[in-house]
């Protein structure tokens, strides 16, 4: 039906930036909330960041000013920039959307993508 790919998770030098991407494809009629989590090693997945269909964003207090959500809804994909990394931002990121399906009874799937896996180290 619907399918998240993120990309853009590397090995990075504390300070250092990376710019995360989640392409959903498949049966969509539209996306609602785009959401960011996170899952760092022998920990629960965390939320980072939502934006809305109308570009609202928010973002937790812990990547506050250095993280930012956005989105392209021609392309049906959402971006994490992410700045000033630091060895505590080291997670698989998870990618996280409402999507409506663009099929009757339109329902809306809460769809999760694979994970990227950000490392940060010298």
């Known amino acids: 039906q619907v399918q998240l790919v993120e990309s853009g998770g590397d090995l990075v030098q504390p300070g250092g930036s990376l710019r995360l991407s989640c392409a959903a494809s498949?049966?969509?009629?539209?996306?609602?909330?785009m959401a960011w989590y996170r899952q760092a090693p022998g920990k629960q997945r965390e939320w980072v960041a939502t934006i809305t269909s109308d570009g609202m964003t928010t973002y937790a207090d812990s990547v506050k000013g250095r993280f930012t959500i956005s989105r392209d809804n021609a392309k049906n994909t959402a971006y994490l920039q992410i700045y000033s990394l630091k060895a505590e931002d080291t997670a698989v990121y998870y990618c996280n959307e409402g999507i409506v399906l663009n099929y009757p009874p339109y329902k809306t799937l809460d769809a999760w993508g694979q994970g990227t896996l950000v490392t940060v180290s010298s």
């Open positions: 498949g049966s969509i009629f539209s996306i609602d909330v």
